[in-house]
C-alpha cells in the first residue's frame, strides 16, 4: 500500500515514504549529501534495506528501522550499517523469512549475486554465499521461499533453487529462467520484477533491432506544432 523512492535535489538526496495510490504527500525517511537507493522491505515491513555512496567505498548496505504503527506517518529510526567493504554493493534484498540478505557486488571484478545472514552480514559475520556464477545483479526471491532469480549481465533472468537451515544456506546452481533477453534501460539497477504468484515477470520488452530482428524505426516530425495547438483548443479553453 505505500512505496519508497529515492528523490534528488541539488546537493542532497533522500528517500521519501508515499501511499502506493498517490493520495497525500511523500514523507522523507532519510536524507543524505550521498546517493541513497531504497531496495527491499523486510517482511514485517518494519525495516528498509537501501545503498548508500561512501567517497572510499563505493556504495555501502544499510537498513533503516521503521515505525510503522501510523502507516500513512512512519517514523524512522537510526540507519544501521549492514555491509561495507572496499568494493560496491548494491541492491539488497530481503528473503522472505528476513533471515538474509540477496546483493550484487563487483568484488570479483564483475557483477556478481551473493547472499548473507542477517543480521549478522558483516564480513566477520556467520557466512557469505556466491550465487551467480558468470555475472549478475538484481537478485529477486521468490515469495514461497524456494528460489533466487537475478539478471545476467546481457540481460537474461536467472534462477536457483536454494534450501537454508540455521545459519547455512545451500543454493543449487543457477539455470535460466528464460532465453529471451530483455531490454534494461536503467544501466544495471533492475529491469524486472516478479508477480506475488511467482509465474511471470513484469519487463521491458527490448527493442526488436537490439534482438538482432528485422524492424523499422519510425519517427514523426510534427510541423507548427503550437498552430496546431491552437486550432484544437482555442484560447479561453
Given at each position: 500500500?505505500?512505496?519508497?523512492?529515492?528523490?534528488?535535489?541539488?546537493?542532497?538526496?533522500?528517500?521519501?515514504w508515499i501511499r502506493a495510490d498517490g493520495a497525500g504527500e511523500a514523507r522523507p525517511l532519510?536524507?543524505?549529501?550521498?546517493?541513497?537507493?531504497?531496495?527491499?522491505?523486510?517482511p514485517d515491513g518494519k525495516r528498509l534495506a537501501f545503498a548508500e555512496s561512501g567517497m572510499d567505498t563505493e556504495f555501502d548496505l544499510w537498513t533503516l528501522p521503521l515505525d510503522v504503527s501510523d502507516l500513512?506517518?512512519?517514523?524512522?529510526?537510526?540507519?544501521?550499517?549492514?555491509?561495507?567493504?572496499?568494493?560496491k554493493e548494491v541492491e539488497?534484498?530481503?528473503?522472505?523469512?528476513?533471515?538474509?540478505?540477496a546483493y550484487a557486488s563487483d568484488e570479483s571484478g564483475r557483477n556478481e549475486v551473493y547472499v548473507r545472514s542477517f543480521p549478522s552480514g558483516a564480513p566477520s559475520g556467520s557466512g557469505k554465499w556466491?550465487?551467480?556464477?558468470?555475472?549478475?545483479?538484481?537478485?529477486?526471491w521468490s515469495r514461497d521461499g524456494r528460489e533466487l532469480f537475478y539478471q545476467?549481465?546481457?540481460?537474461?533472468i536467472m534462477v536457483s533453487t536454494y534450501a537454508a537451515k540455521a545459519?547455512?544456506?545451500?543454493?543449487?546452481?543457477?539455470?535460466?529462467?528464460?532465453?529471451?533477453?530483455?531490454?534494461d534501460p536503467s544501466a544495471r539497477r533492475g529491469s524486472v520484477d516478479l508477480a506475488p504468484?511467482?509465474?511471470?515477470?513484469?519487463?521491458?520488452?527490448?527493442?526488436?533491432?537490439?534482438?538482432?530482428?528485422?524492424?523499422?524505426?519510425?519517427?514523426?516530425?510534427?510541423l507548427n506544432f503550437f498552430d496546431e495547438l491552437r486550432r484544437k483548443v482555442p484560447v479561453g479553453k
Open positions: 500500500n505505500h512505496i519508497v523512492f529515492e528523490s534528488r535535489s541539488p546537493g542532497a538526496d533522500s528517500l521519501r532519510l536524507e543524505s549529501m550521498d546517493t541513497l537507493l531504497p531496495y527491499s522491505f523486510s500513512d506517518h512512519p517514523k524512522p529510526g537510526k540507519p544501521e550499517l549492514y555491509l561495507r567493504t572496499p568494493f539488497p534484498a530481503f528473503s522472505p523469512d528476513g533471515r538474509w540478505i556466491q550465487i551467480s556464477t558468470g555475472g549478475g545483479f538484481h537478485p529477486i545476467t549481465l546481457d540481460n537474461r545459519d547455512s544456506f545451500a543454493a543449487d546452481k543457477p539455470r535460466p529462467w528464460s532465453n529471451t533477453p530483455i531490454f504468484d511467482g509465474k511471470r515477470f513484469a519487463v521491458f520488452p527490448r527493442p526488436a533491432a537490439a534482438a538482432g530482428q528485422k524492424g523499422s524505426v519510425h519517427v514523426t516530425v510534427l
